[in-house]
């Protein structure tokens, strides 16, 4: 097993061709925060969550504008219909297990209500996404708590972000190999204007792997169904409309890792803005309002960025993860997952 790990670019590869930011990391969008809390107990417990905060303020009071994009439904994703709907986020995105996205929206939900200004609200929508990390982790046994993941919303911070077997990425699974949490960024210039971008992601699918343009060898077993979120952050001054457009780009990236896209797969990218002159602030939201967002014309920079943060994100997720021995809930026995060979990928 490969001791130490390295980010997909250390090793040599450069998805796309913009800039990334200074950490390449989604934290390089100011505002946004991370948490994780990481549930690796005896021989059963390989789970987690992992917060993002647009900014650090009230956000059921600053609303930022969402767009909300799925490739392929099989999965759950809370929230959703709502920011489909009004095109806006406010609270806390969690991502988790399958089967622990009601403990999520109740640990949002806690959140939201014991913050100043909040006393009167009565309804809250909390944004929680997952994927199945049930072979390595006994999935059934109701982990993370509502307070474990209280601790990764609690914790999140700006800078480097902790990438692999991490968080809601700790029994995750991609092309037989083990996934987790990644992350990227782009600077991305738009009429004499640098905007920053970064996305992370939780992957736990399948397909045959691309790394960069090169095929790394899995086995026809792995081409097996699977799920994704991406979460993408920009601080360009862009319309919900616009934010779901750039949603669906992530896919674009994607399919460059070489996923399958099966009927099992939940493929879902959730894009959000936290440029302070399109949030919806109380008093924007009293009455009509006079927002200046980026226009069409050009935003495709932005939606090329967005593939290439996705791409290296994915890539960055499997390079950052150990192997992980765990539980197979499934099939009721142990199971272990080895990580991406870092000695292959220097040799592809």
Known sequence: M???????????????????????????????????????????TRTGATAILPHGGNLFQDKVPAGFAVL??????????QIVELGEIETPIVLTNTLAVGRGIDAIIRHTLAQPGNELIVSINAVVGETNDSRLNDIRAARPRVDEISQAIDGAVSGAIEEGAVG???????????????????LVPVRGQTYRLGVLVQSNYGGHLIVAGHDYATLA???KDGSIVIVLATDAPLCSRNLERLAQRCFGGLARTGAALSNGSGDYALAFSTAETVRRTPERRKGASTVPSLSNDVVSPLFEA?????????LNSLAMAVETKGFNAATGKSSTVDAISLRVLAHI
Not at 176 to 185: A, D, H, Q, R
Request: glycine share 20%; charged share 25%.
């Open 168 to 186: 809601a990425g700790t029994g995750t699974v991609a092309f037989g190999l083990k996934g987790g949490i990644g992350t990227s960024s782009r």
């Open 221 to 223: 077993e792995h081409d």
């Open 306 to 314: 967005a593939i290439e943060a996705t791409e290296e994100a994915i």
């Open 2 to 44: 490969d001791q130490k790990r390295h980010r997909i670019r250390e090793l040599g590869f450069v998805p796309g061709h913009f800039e990334p930011g200074p950490l390449n990391a989604i934290t390089d969008v100011g505002g946004v925060r991370v948490g994780h809390v990481t549930c690796c107990e005896g021989e059963r």
């Open 72 to 81: 392929n439904g099989f999965g759950k994703f809370a929230g959703s219909t």
